[in-house]
């Protein structure tokens, strides 16, 4: 039984990303080059100077991932790519990027949703046990997927509004903090106090879904009526108000919905599962439950490529290829 190797592009949004994956679990090599100081003075990923950094940087990070794992394009047996969603442009690059390398080397072209890749992450980590829950929380998603097998996945729950990581980016920049928002909060949270009574959206009975709009807009009503009391908040107490607020939530409906699936096996994914307090939450929760956690560490939660070859390789072994028309897709269903 030969091994089998895939290369795998991620240029989907702010990282520049490549990786060689072993037969679908175990990294060969990763690198990632992030942008993030590049969009930090404008407070957000700026769309035209993410798709120009990703074609200046996407040889070099490739060069890179084929010397670390001291290979070369001929010992590739797959070439996958992030095909959506994400920005149409930053897209692009990777897309166009993945086609000329297939073609160059007569091999399959493998494009891969987003979020399976954030999904799969886990499984660089640990095998999968079906049926299986994700809790997906990134800069653009808030779901709750579920799995009877590899490569199918189920929305039983979406957000409304405003995703996780888009409320905590909000959140953060009208308390002045720089972007990403989320690492900030979390490194405040700990130093403060839940004591401001936010908002939990519940939503109706049994639902699954999200709505962080109405927490945003309390913790900015919060800081607007404090500014003209004259009332003076600790940041540290709005962060860990704000953040308590978001994992009750994220806790809650995660365990009912691996209760009522019979889930064995419960994975978070996407670039929130990097918070600190999220994970907490989630192993006291799961503690004296029969069910499995897993929480990939912090470098596989945020966008990286090793996640795209891990999710590529089920297409790959369920002989899925794409054509030679395959497109960026920004709104790319799962
Ligand atoms: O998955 P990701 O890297 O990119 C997308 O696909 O969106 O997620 C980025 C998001 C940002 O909103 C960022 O603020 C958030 O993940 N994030 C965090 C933490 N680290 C990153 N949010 C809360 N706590 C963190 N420690
Ligand atoms: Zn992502």
Known sequence: NKETYILAIETSCDETAAAIIKDGHEIVSNVVASQIESHKRFGGVVPEIASRHHVEQITHVLEEAFTKANMTAEDIDAF??????????????GVSTAKALAFAHDKPLIGVHHIAGHIYANRLIEEFQFPLLALVVSGGHTELVLMQEHGQFEVIGETRDDAAGEA???????MGLPYPGGPEIDRLAKQGKDNLDFPRAWLEEGSFDFSFSGLKSAVINTLHNAKQKGIVLEKADIAASFQASVIDVLVEKTYRAAKENKVNHVIIAGGVAANSGLRTALEEKFRDQKVKLSIPPLSLCTDNA???GAAGMIAYQKGNRSDWGM?????LDL
């Open 168 to 174: 905590y980016d909000k959140v953060a920049r009208t």
């Open 327 to 331: 497109n960026a897709n920004p709104a």
């Open 306 to 308: 090793a996640m795209i």
């Open 80 to 93: 996958a790519v992030t095909e959506g969603p994400g920005l149409v442009g930053a897209l692009l690059v």
